[in-house]
């Protein structure tokens, strides 16, 4: 397909497991975004990649969330130990800006519900 | 990043425009302004940008004051599938989403 894709649509996990979501962006583009959204709440910024250069993980809430790019094109979102406070929908997002002025594009998210 | 100021929520009726306003003071010279929607349960979706110059495309006019302090969105004629939050941006190194306008479409 020609958007971005991530996976799982859903996931439903009990307290203290890890999970991973992943985000297959658009061919081609350079920049790619992970966001958080919570229950009626706007976009969290988590972390950003851009090309090689080192990740902005700025957004991280805690060292229990980590993302990797691998060869510049899929990423993974890693939670570990994940709480209830963690259930969102994590948004990932791609561009082809090489300057974080292009266009964003969005996949539909992976919902994440923590029991 | 410059940050933004926008209304929680407006209501307009079906068919007149509406029109959404963004304050963002802190702006800096090489800054665009983005304005994405998110219709409920979807990823949010790009409608618009600029730097000084007003802006049209298919969705929606961009109308950006001389001094770029504010700007407003203008959809010209809104339909009842424009119900959405609509978040105004400006760009920067990681695109932060403020909580946007919640904009209800009425018929």
């Known amino acids: 397909g020609a958007g971005v894709s991530q996976s799982p649509s859903n996931k439903v996990t009990e307290k203290g497991k890890d999970v991973e979501l992943r985000c297959d962006p658009i061919?081609?583009?350079?920049?790619l975004y992970w966001y958080r959204q919570s229950l009626g709440q706007g976009l969290e910024f988590l972390i950003y990649?851009?090309?090689?250069?080192?990740?902005?993980k700025s957004g991280l809430p805690s060292d229990r969330f980590s993302a990797e790019r691998t060869g510049g094109s899929v990423s993974t979102l890693t939670i570990q130990r994940t709480q209830q406070e963690d259930s969102a929908v994590y948004l990932c997002?791609?561009?082809?800006?090489?300057?974080?002025?292009?266009?964003?594009?969005f996949g539909e998210g992976s919902r994440l519900t923590v029991l | 990043d410059a940050k933004t100021t926008q209304p929680p929520s407006m209501d307009c009726a079906e068919g007149r425009a509406a029109n959404l306003p963004c304050n963002h003071s802190?702006?800096?010279?090489?800054?665009?302004v983005y304005w994405y929607r998110q219709i409920h349960s979807q990823g949010p979706q790009y409608i618009i940008h600029?730097?000084?110059n007003n802006e049209t495309n298919e969705m929606a006019s961009l109308i950006i004051t001389e001094d770029r302090k504010s700007s407003t969105l203008i959809l010209p004629h809104a339909t009842l599938r424009d119900t959405a939050v609509y978040y105004c941006?400006?760009?920067?190194?990681?695109?932060?989403f403020g909580p946007g306008t919640r904009l209800s479409v009425l018929p």
């Open positions: 941006i400006v760009s920067g190194q990681n695109f932060v």
């Open positions: 997002a791609s561009s082809s800006s090489r300057k974080a002025t292009g266009e964003l594009f």
């Open positions: 600029g730097l000084k």
């Open positions: 802190t702006i800096s010279g090489n800054e665009y």
């Open positions: 061919s081609g583009h350079t920049a």
């Open positions: 990649f851009q090309g090689n250069s080192a990740p902005d």
